[in-house]
């Protein structure tokens, strides 16, 4: 759980759910958060705009915390923790990395960006009925796909980024992102205020003028499939990131509806602030509220009160998962031991022992540093990119992960001994890149 001082101060980060442990601190203040944009849960890193409207990146693993541009950028978004993209005054796309800034100029000037999990970004250029969606791959400009696309009152993605669901009049349109291929409109009789999706996109929760009817749509079938009342009007929801409560909005007072999504019933109401970091629910159900001066947690299904934390919303919180923060295993440091060996054996092999004694060394020694340059849902990409990379000597080889029941195909070099090393060949590289600890 990180927690930045909203006043301005240190950030720092406790294990959930002992909200008030410390397990990491920064010596150095942060600027104030206004939202999340998005977590690295490879290199540790949380991407988020400030109350001033600026990008920042805070890197856990290094203790750093960088303001990466200091030009006036609207629109800021991230699909991965590292990357943050822009857009500037002119209308061009800024995309803002650890190893510095990079610059698109499109068509026509920027309107959004949709930044994607496999390294691509859709840009969307133009305005009104002459709405285009261009695809790009940075740091690359070339334009690899030019699509009309319709003017959006409000947009929703799965979090793979696979769909794009867009508000357009009184209708919900989806675009399947990986192919480019639009999904059957879905109507609806009143203007759509609100869309969210599900962590896997199998449902679209839909709010209407009506405010306190909520449609859930069927991504699969594309239409809606049920219909829910909230006990009062709403004006915003957001979904559980582990797809198992939908939270409602009162659009006056201060409750907040708990909705039990398996099946569409109104769990309760308890009373809270909405703001852009709470409420959430955490991984064991529980839902992290502020209330006044202090942050109260309540059981899910019961909603009944579990702990408040004192004076907790004078603090921005945001959940994540990772393991980076795991104690070093105490196996790591067990003495290497070897089988007694006859003296006379040990005069004839003495060269064979040197060998293995410095074999087993290296199994001691540090994992070393991993350049990693990119990831990609498809292996030939993948290999595509690491067929160009040479440094030293050294090919570019790709290695695979499972995020989110999706195989990613990762683009590395190393390891390397050193940082200095690993850093230096990413620069050598020319392409953008990140360095991590450990194994790939």
């Not at 629109?75 to 190893?99: E, Q």
């Not at 261009?134 to 699509?147: E, Y």
Request: hydrophobic share 40%; net charge neutral; aromatic share 8%.
């Amino acid at each position: 759980m990180l927690r930045l001082p909203r006043a301005g101060g240190a950030p720092r980060v406790g294990a959930y759910p002992r909200v008030d442990s410390t397990v990491w601190s920064s010596s150095d203040p942060a600027p104030t958060p206004a939202r999340v944009l998005a977590f690295d849960d490879e290199s540790g890193n949380v991407a988020y705009e400030d109350t001033k409207g600026r990008p920042v990146l805070l890197e856990l693993r290094l203790g750093t915390i960088t303001v990466t541009s200091s030009r006036k950028l609207t629109g800021l978004t991230s699909a991965d923790g590292t990357a943050i993209y822009g857009i500037a005054a002119n209308g061009d796309v800024v995309r803002m990395t650890p190893a510095g800034e990079w610059t698109f100029k499109p068509p026509r000037p920027a309107k959004v960006v949709y930044p994607q999990p496999d390294g691509a970004a859709f840009i969307a250029v133009g305005s009104g009925a002459d709405t285009h969606l261009i695809r790009i791959f940075p740091p690359d400009k070339k334009i690899l796909a030019d699509i009309p696309f319709p003017a959006a009152t409000r947009t929703a993605r799965t979090q793979l980024a696979d769909v794009l669901y867009l508000a357009v009049d009184s209708g919900l349109v989806a675009l399947r992102t990986r192919t480019l291929q639009w999904a059957p409109s879905i109507s609806f009789d009143e203007p759509i205020r609100v869309i969210a999706s599900t962590p896997s996109g199998d449902r679209i929760f839909v709010l209407t003028d009506k405010r306190n009817r909520i449609s859930v749509v069927d991504r699969y079938r594309d239409r809606v499939a049920a219909t829910f009342e909230l006990p009062d009007s709403a004006s915003d929801m957001r979904v559980d990131a582990f797809g198992r409560y939908l939270l409602a909005r009162a659009e006056t007072g201060d409750s907040i509806w708990v909705v039990a999504i398996g099946t569409q019933r109104v769990i309760g109401g308890i009373r809270g602030a909405w703001r852009a970091d709470l409420p959430f629910v955490g991984y064991d159900g529980t839902v992290v509220v502020a209330n006044g001066d202090d942050v109260v947690l309540y059981d899910g299904e019961t909603l009944k009160g579990r702990a408040r934390v004192r004076g907790g919303a004078q603090d921005f919180w945001y959940p994540f998962m990772w393991d980076g923060f795991r104690p070093r295993s105490a196996a790591l440091d067990e003495p290497v031991r070897f089988d007694s060996i006859a003296v006379d054996t040990l005069r004839q092999d003495t060269l064979a022992i040197a060998d293995t004694t410095a074999i087993a060394a290296d199994s001691t020694s540090p994992p070393g540093f991993i350049v990693s340059f990119a990831a990609f849902l498809t292996e030939d990409r993948a290999r595509e990119l690491a067929s160009t990379l040479k440094i030293g000597g050294e090919n570019a080889r790709v290695i695979t992960s499972t995020r989110d029941g999706s195989t990613i195909y990762r683009v590395v070099l190393g390891p390397y001994l050193t940082k200095d090393e690993a850093e230096a060949a990413g620069r050598t590289s020319g392409h953008t890149y990140w360095v991590y600890e450990g194994n790939p």
